[in-house]
């Protein structure tokens, strides 16, 4: 099963999250198949780039967003 789900980077107490498609039984920081966008919650304002189109592409092709990322997509009117 293909996720779109986010990946932490950063240093500590400073994290900043990169939106990929990975395995579902990758590690959360492991190996991704594409990198969609970033996510950045720390900074004012918050920082929320992706490429919508690639997402949609990846969504159709039955990729499954988690929670948070539904959430993010749905608020940025992707899905």
């Known amino acids: 099963m293909v996720k779109i789900r986010l990946k932490r980077m950063g240093a500590k107490k400073t994290p900043f999250y990169r939106i990929v498609v990975a395995d579902a039984r990758t590690a959360r920081d492991g190996k991704t198949i594409a990198d969609l966008g970033i996510y950045d919650p720390t ?12 997402a ?24």
């Open 56 to 79: 949609k592409e990846w969504l159709g092709n039955g990729a499954q967003p988690t929670e948070t990322v539904r959430r993010l997509f749905k608020n940025n009117g992707i899905i």
């Open 43 to 54: 900074r004012e304002p918050i920082v929320f780039r992706v490429d919508g189109d690639k």
